[in-house]
């Protein structure tokens, strides 16, 4: 049987396939979908949650290994940042049964702050790592991973990256296997990292790396694809697709155990080639490897490591190298692009972020922004979010800016319900205990918005669909020391921004939460929406200012030719924001038709 499915899906189908019974994330696009999928279609079989953040998620896949289910953790390619800690002494440990951590890297930074490269992990970590380049290695490489995770007894990362994981391909179905395995067993010396076990464990993984070494010589997912020996290509992951392609001609090795390398077959491949060049995406792993060990080799030089590759800049790459003429690039019959107005992207209508952004604007503060929608409002018209690193860095942000003592005007931080959950908790209780006198505000929608709508800690539901307890934010703020905590409507501009304006005044920690949910899920909320009363109309402006994409400019105009304000019925939400910061009055329920 086969189906069409996305690298995601197919990586959930192989978690069930090949015996999977546990698997633990925190949301991050591009991996968003594997725990999804997992949790709508093998929930009989495979136990699924939403972890805290991603050090939680791998270190709860590291207790059921050990207690003998096969697992999975995974995670966007930041994320494993997060996962670092106990993935460094994870190695040291081994595991009970099979263990996969998915990195999924996201090359162009499609929805992330970096493009950093985890295949550096693996050999930061000596683990292997496994590269899929399509659907149907997705799901068959995590059979593989499992298999030589239990006999190598290590974690074997799964890196994928945007395109595999969103691109869909066809992939045969096959049946679940599963094995009979024993509980936790009992082993100080292996799983107990104190020093005096680390340092034989550490021998252990030195003597593991070398017998990787010798399987990623005999293995299968290494292969070679000979055709004219002019050009030799090491390639691995969606760069194989997009070097098959472009050169079509070309002698291909191609890696699906990417860490480590089979550095003898590429030897004996190098010998048998013209030239030998490396295609591969965003750092030059391979390429740095098979140089350093004294073969020569071309890559980078040609492929830049900036952006994800596509067919056309290999192809591109391959004419600078002279291996192409420049006619030899693919024509093309498609019609010129047609130009269009650029469209950044914006809070939805009616998002319960926009009036805190706006309030914030108008006390004029430095605001440090999180991960997470409300980081849009860095963007015009809005231009209220300064900083943006990672989760939960706007509170230490926050809090050293104060410290430093240089800005002239007030700061605050602002740091959403899943993202305070998941990093700001100990960054609050690290800056109330050092004596900050700062504001630190919780946008609390709710729900994990910008991946999707997932349930997190605080919304009382697990991704299996179970009523659980929900943390509540203003005992947990308090438990911190936070003394003056308030609760607001973000929708009411005259309460919240009396709020900000009483708490930045004060001389002691404060935290300030909205209370108002997502408008998008679980379904979208709206009221009857407004219009503008094109009469009472000045042009002023101030409505556009609030950057909702309900409200776009009219054909008609002032005595200055100015454009008035029209709202499109259609997707207004009726929050009212425009309607509290309209001088005129002329924004109003609309009229019933």
Not at 126 to 133: C, D, G, K, M, T
Not at 493 to 509: G, N, Q, V, W
Request: with cysteine; glycine share 8%.
């Amino acid at each position: 049987m086969e189906m069409l499915l996305s690298g995601n899906e197919a990586l959930a189908r192989g978690v069930y396939e090949y015996g999977g019974e546990f698997a633990s994330a925190y949301p991050g696009t591009p991996s968003t979908e594997i725990l999804q999928t997992i949790a709508q279609f093998f929930k009989d079989e495979i136990y699924a949650e939403w972890a805290i953040n991603e050090k939680v998620a791998l270190e709860v896949a590291v207790g059921a290994s050990y207690g003998g289910a096969r697992a999975i953790a995974a995670m966007k390619h930041v994320g494993v940042n997060v996962a670092a800690d106990p993935l460094m002494s994870l190695t040291y440990t081994g595991v009970g049964a099979g263990l996969i951590l998915v990195s999924a890297d996201d090359p162009s930074l499609h929805s992330s702050q970096n493009e950093q490269d985890n295949r550096c992990y693996g050999k930061f970590a000596s683990i292997p790592v496994l590269e899929p380049s399509d659907s149907q290695e997705a799901k068959d490489f995590v059979g593989a991973a499992f298999e030589i995770s239990e006999r190598f007894d290590t974690p074997v990362m799964l890196r994928v990256t945007t395109r595999i994981s969103h691109s869909k391909g066809i992939v045969t179905i096959g049946e679940r296997s599963t094995a009979e395995r024993g509980g936790f067993e009992r082993n100080i010396e292996k799983y107990v990292m104190v020093p005096a076990h680390a340092i034989k464990r550490h021998k252990l993984v030195i003597e593991r790396l070398e017998n990787l070494k010798e399987f990623a010589e005999q293995t299968p997912l290494n292969r070679i694809e000979w055709n004219d020996r002019e050009v030799g290509i090491v390639t691995g992951s969606i760069a194989y697709q997009h070097a098959r392609e472009a050169l079509p001609g070309a002698s291909i090795l191609k890696l699906g155990l990417g860490y480590p390398l089979p550095m003898k077959k590429i030897a004996d491949f190098a010998s048998k080639v013209g030239r030998l060049f490396v295609v591969e995406e965003l750092e030059p792993f391979y390429e740095e490897q098979i140089a350093a060990a004294g073969i020569t080799v071309e890559g980078k030089k040609f492929f830049s490591n900036f952006l994800e590759l596509d067919v056309d800049r290999v192809r591109d790459g391959f004419i600078e190298a002279g291996v192409l003429e420049p006619a030899a690039k693919a024509p093309t019959s498609a019609a010129e692009p047609e130009q269009v107005l650029p469209r950044p992207p914006v809070l939805c209508p009616g998002c319960p972020h926009r009036g805190m952004l706006v309030s914030l604007r108008n006390a004029k503060v430095l605001t440090t922004g999180d991960i997470g929608c409300y980081t849009l409002g860095a963007l015009p018209p809005l231009s209220q979010i300064d900083t943006c690193l990672c989760m939960g860095a706007s509170i230490g942000h926050t809090f050293g800016i104060e410290k430093a003592g240089k800005t002239g005007k007030p700061v605050v931080a602002l740091i959403g319900d899943s993202t305070f959950l998941h990093s700001g908790i100990t960054a609050l209780a690290s800056a109330v205990y050092n004596r900050t006198r700062s504001t630190y505000i919780i946008v609390d929608n709710r729900i994990t918005a910008m991946t999707g709508g997932q349930d997190h800690p605080g919304t009382a539901r697990t991704l299996m669909g179970e009523k659980t307890h929900a943390i509540d934010l203003v005992r947990l703020v308090k438990a911190l020391g936070v003394e003056h905590v308030r609760v607001v409507d973000p929708y009411d501009l005259e309460e919240t921004s009396a709020a900000l304006r009483e708490e930045i005044e004060r001389d002691a920690p404060s935290v300030i939460i909205t209370n108002r949910p997502c408008m998008l899920f679980p379904k979208k909320i709206a009221q009857a929406p407004y219009a503008v009363d094109a009469a009472v109309c000045t042009a002023c402006g101030a409505c556009f200012r609030v950057g909702c994409p309900s409200i776009s400019a009219s054909s008609e105009t002032n005595e200055k030719g100015r454009p008035k304000a029209q709202i499109d019925a259609s997707t207004c939400t009726g929050c009212t924001i425009c309607a509290q910061v309209c001088p005129a009055d002329a924004i109003g329920p609309a009229a019933a038709e």
